[in-house]
Nanobody, 124 residues
Framework: QVQLVESGGGLVQAGGSLRLSCVASGRTISNNAMGWFRQAPGKEREFVASINWSGSGTYYSDSVKGRFAISRNNAENTVYLQMNSLKPEDTAVYSC?????????????????WGQGTQVTVSS
């Protein structure tokens, strides 16, 4: 069993930045790719970013590419999402997830553990 706990969300003005953290416990995630997803009210869950097991490879949705950066610290069993130049349309609950795969995937059904999420609200 793996528990994932996100933190770092909050209220920020448009153009601002936030850094989300996802701490894993129960077992190591150093062999697994990890991902960030988000869900806004009334909308389906959306892929945001993924990082491979070593951190050498990343992949982003077009909507966040160039503004967000995913990273990881395997020694601390933690994954991060640095969010810059935030827009009101980035408002959502952000969740991290673990996949059994070592390589990047954007498909939600390929992730087997999910955190509860952290709210990000961007005001205009």
């Amino acid at each position: 069993q793996v528990q994932l706990v996100e933190s770092g969300g909050g209220l920020v003005q448009a153009g601002g930045s936030l850094r989300l953290s996802c701490v894993a416990s129960g077992r190591t995630i150093s062999n697994n790719a990890m991902g960030w997803f988000r869900q806004a009210p009334g909308k389906e869950r959306e892929f945001v970013a993924s990082i491979n097991w070593s951190g050498s490879g990343t992949y982003y949705s077009d909507s966040v590419k160039g503004r967000f950066a995913i990273s990881r610290n395997n020694a601390e069993n933690t994954v991060y999402l640095q969010m810059n130049s935030l827009k009101p349309e980035d408002t959502a609950v952000y969740s991290c997830a673990k996949t059994p795969r070592a390589l990047i995937t954007s498909r939600p059904y390929e992730y087997d553990y999910w955190g509860q999420g952290t709210q990000v609200t961007v005001s205009s």
